[in-house]
C-alpha cells in the first residue's frame, strides 16, 4: 500500500513539476504566441473529461460562431480545431465501444472523398499547399484547410445520432452562433482595455478601414450576422406558418425588426437569401394551396409600396441593401452599388474564356511570392488592377467558377454529386422523417435549396460555403439517425391455424 501511493506521488511530481517550470518559463513572455499556445493546451487537457461528454453538441454551437483561435498559427476559425477534436474523440470512442453505431450515407462520403482527393492532388500538382503562417513562400494554402476542414467537418457532425428530444436545442445552437459578429463592429468604439476581446472576435474590416463607425452611413457586417441569425432561428422554430400566424401577429414583427437591423450592413445579397429561404420554406410547407397565399401576398405588396414611397429617406445602408430593386435611391448610392456589380461582370467576362485551360487540372489556390506582389505592381491579362488581385487569390464571387477554375472537371464532377446526394438525403428525410422532426426536416431541406441556388445565380465560393453545405446535411443525418425510408406496408398476419390432432377412439373390446 505504502509503496503504492508512493509511485503514484512519484508519478504526479514527475508531470507537475516539468509542466510548472515550463508553463513559468513561458510566463516570462506574457504575450507571446508560444505562451497562448502552452496555456490553450494545458487549458485543453483539463477541459477534455467535458469535451468527452459534449463534444458533438459544441461542434455544432461552434459552427456559425465567429470567432478565432488567435493562439494558433493562422488563427483559424473556432470550427476548424473544434471539428478535429469532435471527429478524433467520436472515433476513440468508437474504438473502445464495438456496439456504438456510427451514421454513415455511402454517397455522400464517397462524393466528398472525391472532392478532396482533387485537392489534395491539385495542390500537389499546382505549388503544394502554402500557409503564410508557417513561414512558406507559396501562400494560398488557408483556402485548402477550410475546404478539408469543411468536409472532416461534416463526418465529426453526422456520424452521431442527435436525440430527438434535444433537437430544438441543436437547431438553436447551430442558428444562434452568428451572434458573435456583432462584437467586430464595436472595434472603433470600445476602450483600448477592451481590445483584447478582438483577438477572439475579429474587427469588421469595413469599419476598421474607415476608422469610425456611424450607423445608417458605416457598414455594418456584424448587424448582418446577428440577422441572419435571429432570422434562421425564427424560420427553424416556428416555421413559415408559424411566423404569419394570425393568433401570434408579433412574430411577423419581431422578423421585420431583424431584417431590418441586417440592412445596417448594406448587403444586396442578404435580402435575396431572405426571400430564397421563405419562398423555398413556403413551398415545401405547402402554404401555398392555403389561405397563407393571401396573407403572404398582402405582406409582400404593403412591403413594397413602403420601400416605394420612403426609399429616398431611409438611411444609406439601407438604400444601399434595396439597390437592387427598381426604386428611388440616392444618385451615389446607385453608383458604388452598380460599380460593385461591373466589377464583378468585368472579373466574370475575364475568367470565363479561361475555363478551357483548367479544364482537366484546376488553378488550384496556391499563389507565389511572385504573383503577390504583382497583383499590386501591374494589370494582367487586360483586366485592371482592381480586379488582378481577385483574379490571383481566386475571388470569383461566383460559385461555378470557384469549382471549375480551382479544381476543374474532376472537382464539379465531385462537388455535383455531392449536391444531389444530399438533396436525396434531405428530401427523404423532408418526406419520411420522424413527425416530431418534421419542422427540422423542411427547415433544414429549403436552407439546402436556397443555398444552392444562391451559390449558381447571386454569390459562391467552394472553399466557405462547404461548409454551409456539409452542416444541413450533417445536422440533417445526425437528427434522423441517417437517410429515412418510407414504411413499409405489412400485411396482416394471418391468424395461426391450430394443428389438427388426431381424436383419439376408444379401442374395440373384441369379445372372445
Request: proline share 5%.
Amino acid at each position: 500500500m505504502h509503496n503504492t501511493a508512493l509511485i503514484r506521488n512519484l508519478i504526479v511530481y514527475a508531470i507537475v513539476l516539468p509542466l510548472a517550470i515550463v508553463l513559468g518559463y513561458q510566463l516570462t513572455e506574457p504575450l507571446g504566441q508560444g505562451t497562448f499556445f502552452v496555456v490553450g493546451m494545458l487549458v485543453l487537457a483539463l477541459a477534455f473529461p467535458i469535451l468527452l461528454r459534449w463534444h458533438h453538441f459544441m461542434l455544432v454551437a461552434s459552427w456559425n460562431v465567429i470567432a478565432v483561435m488567435f493562439f494558433l498559427p493562422g488563427a483559424p476559425h473556432v470550427w476548424l480545431p473544434m471539428a478535429g477534436l469532435s471527429l478524433g474523440i467520436t472515433v476513440l470512442q468508437r474504438s473502445v465501444n464495438r456496439d456504438m453505431r456510427l451514421i454513415n450515407e455511402p454517397r455522400v462520403t464517397w462524393s466528398l472523398i472525391l472532392l478532396a482527393v482533387t485537392a489534395l492532388v491539385t495542390a500537389q500538382l499546382t505549388g503544394g499547399i502554402g500557409l503564410r503562417s508557417f513561414g512558406s513562400e507559396v501562400y494560398g494554402g488557408r483556402r485548402y484547410v477550410y475546404l478539408l476542414g469543411g468536409i472532416l467537418a461534416y463526418f465529426a457532425l453526422s456520424m452521431q445520432k442527435i436525440p430527438k428530444e434535444k433537437a430544438g436545442l441543436y437547431i438553436a445552437a447551430y442558428c444562434l452562433g452568428g451572434v458573435t459578429g456583432v462584437f467586430g463592429d464595436f472595434f472603433m468604439m470600445v476602450s483600448p482595455a477592451f481590445e483584447f476581446l478582438f483577438w477572439v472576435f475579429p474587427p469588421n474590416m469595413y469599419t476598421y478601414m474607415e476608422g469610425h463607425v456611424e450607423f445608417g452611413t458605416s457598414r455594418l457586417a456584424g448587424m448582418k450576422a446577428i440577422s441572419m441569425a435571429g432570422f434562421l432561428f425564427m424560420v427553424s422554430r416556428y416555421g413559415v406558418a408559424g411566423i404569419l400566424s394570425f393568433q401570434r401577429p408579433w412574430r411577423l414583427v419581431v422578423l421585420i425588426g431583424i431584417i431590418a437591423v441586417g440592412m445596417l450592413g448594406g448587403f444586396r445579397s442578404m435580402l435575396m437569401i431572405y426571400a430564397l429561404i421563405l419562398g423555398v420554406q413556403f413551398y415545401l410547407e405547402g402554404l401555398h394551396r392555403t389561405k397563407y397565399v393571401v396573407a403572404a401576398g398582402a405582406f409582400i405588396l404593403i412591403s413594397l409600396l413602403l420601400v416605394v414611397a420612403f426609399s429616398g429617406r431611409l438611411p444609406v445602408m439601407f438604400q444601399r441593401t434595396l439597390s437592387f430593386l427598381p426604386i428611388e435611391v440616392d444618385p451615389a448610392v446607385r453608383l458604388e452599388a452598380q460599380g460593385s456589380v461591373d466589377w464583378r461582370l468585368e472579373i466574370w467576362r475575364y475568367m470565363i474564356p479561361q475555363i478551357p485551360d483548367y479544364f482537366w487540372l484546376g488553378k488550384g489556390y496556391a499563389i507565389t511570392r511572385s504573383d503577390f506582389g504583382f497583383m499590386f505592381t501591374q494589370a494582367g491579362g487586360g483586366t485592371n488592377v482592381e480586379n488582378w488581385d481577385a483574379t490571383v487569390a481566386g475571388d470569383y464571387h461566383n460559385g461555378p467558377l470557384s469549382v471549375l477554375i480551382d479544381f476543374g472537371i474532376w472537382g464539379a464532377v465531385a462537388f455535383v454529386w455531392f449536391l444531389i446526394a444530399s438533396f436525396r438525403a434531405l428530401l427523404a428525410n423532408y418526406r419520411y422523417g420522424p413527425e416530431e422532426l418534421k419542422r427540422f426536416n423542411t427547415f433544414l431541406f429549403a436552407m439546402f435549396i436556397a443555398r444552392t441556388i444562391y451559390f449558381f445565380t447571386i454569390f459562391g465560393g467552394l472553399h466557405s460555403d462547404i461548409l454551409h453545405f456539409a452542416g444541413y446535411i450533417g445536422l440533417s443525418l445526425a437528427l434522423n439517425g441517417g437517410v429515412c425510408r418510407p414504411a413499409m406496408a405489412t400485411a396482416p398476419a394471418l391468424s395461426k391455424v391450430p394443428e389438427m390432432v388426431p381424436i383419439r377412439t376408444r379401442p374395440r373390446l373384441v369379445h372372445p
